[in-house]
DNA sequence: CCTACCGATCGGTAGG
DNA sequence: CCTACCGATCGGTAGG
């Protein structure tokens, strides 16, 4: 008996699709040979090329397959992109899920964004400048109606925010755990992602600073030394 | 004459060092061989490996360089750990200018990160988890004396922030650029900086927000609240 | 530091 | 979807 290694109800291209999205995420595109992917399939080489003519062509394909999962999502996140903190907080974790739901999308962004930035580069300002863009707009109307920081720099911002997400996502418990001995991974891992929404939202929204500092208690408020109004 | 690609007044073991370290960043480990490594230094591929024995062991001698490298900045960073918030932005830019200084630092450590994902957690844990620990408990200091966000979860912030500018730096003008056509790429580095750096104060210190909210327009606001210590 | 060479594996093709 | 095979290149060695 043949071992067949992946999902066998599925049909094979989209088996050599998955495998392959899953081991150029882990090992790179250049770390992962066509033979590696064909065997975790359950299948030999040349019937990989078949299905794909070339491994540059299977790359692309995953790419592209990549994107469609992403442009299924982008209406939702449009719709929470309105003014105000808890639509933006519903739109931070829209953006966190799409990449949590499945990491592998996180690393093979920032793999390919290594390996060939000139190709991502161009790939996001097709597929997320224009939302990016919405979001700008949302953040400028915020500073005129002065509830977000007048300081913030609306391109810069959301592009840090991208950022922040993808990277935490992709190199999660790694780079950026400093988490002492006692804690779990999968702990730290909901404390990273509650913390990255706080600081984009502290970072963002008076409103939040405001709310939090009259909520603040068990503190001894310096409410002698400071006071005033 | 052999055209020697590298600079010739540097030893050749540093060149190969250097020629590695470039070419590793750029193309990662995998995906750079030891030719094209010699070839980049001006000397043939055996000679490279009497130098190092391994393409293993030239990969160890690249991270190590680094780690030295961070080592020499570690003080300057501690001595800039204090509580206040000009002394956390001096801590920042030192942090941001490790990388910037050579960006492919933050290539290295992303692609490493992605490749070898336990060999740099525990990196990380011996050479920043120290330096984090320290960061962390004056974060809790300034919440016990009410000029920090009470809310800030002190290892994920610093996570998060170490994330934010590796990554920022790894895949600049790549993922997270969403700039508008006029820009040119350095003035979009130097925003992206800045930013960081607001962003992650502003999500930190509650004198930030109070003093920005001073300056603001149209927004009725506490008059004066100055903090000091 | 070099030339010459090793077995293994790479992406891809022929042909069925 | 397979077996058989291609030239090129890989990391590494022998020997000087």
Redesign the interface.
């Known amino acids: 008996m043949p071992s067949a290694k992946s999902n066998p109800s599925e049909d094979v291209p989209t088996r050599i699709l998955h495998e392959a999205t899953r081991l150029f995420a882990a ?2 595109f ?2 992962t040979s066509l033979s590696e992917i064909s065997g975790a399939v359950g299948i030999r080489k040349p019937s990989l090329l078949y299905h794909f003519p070339s491994k540059e062509a299977l790359r692309r394909s995953v790419l592209e397959n990549m994107l469609s999962h992403w442009n299924e999502v982008v209406p939702r996140l449009l719709r929470a992109a309105t003014s105000g903190e808890d639509q933006y907080d519903a739109l931070l974790r829209e953006t966190v899920s799409f990449f949590t739901a499945d990491p592998d999308r996180a ?1 093979l ?3 390919e ?3 060939r ?1 000139d190709e ?2 161009a790939l ?2 097709r597929h ?2 224009p939302w ?2 919405v979001v ?1 707009e949302h953040i400028r109307k915020g500073q005129a109606r ?1 509830h977000i ?5 609306p ?6 925010m ?3 997400i ?3 996502v ?2 999660y ?8 001995r006692g ?1 779990s991974a999968d702990e ?1 891992r909901r ?2 992602i ?3 929404c ?3 939202k ?2 963002l929204f ?1 409103s939040s ?2 709310a ?2 009259s909520r ?1 208690v ?5 409410a002698s030394r ?1 006071t ?2």
């Not at 391109?155 to 840090?160: H, L, R």
């Not at 068990?218 to 310096?222: S, W």
């Open positions: 090992r790179g250049g770390g690393r962004l920032v793999r964004a290594l390996d930035p991502i580069g996001v300002q997320v400048r990016a863009e700008c002065g920081h007048r300081d913030v720099d391109e810069a911002y959301v592009g840090q991208i950022n922040l993808v990277s935490s992709a190199t418990a790694c780079i950026g755990d400093v988490a002492p804690v730290m404390r990273h509650l913390e990255l706080r600081v984009a502290s970072s008076i600073a405001a939090e500092r603040g068990g503190e001894p408020k310096p400071t005033t109004t």
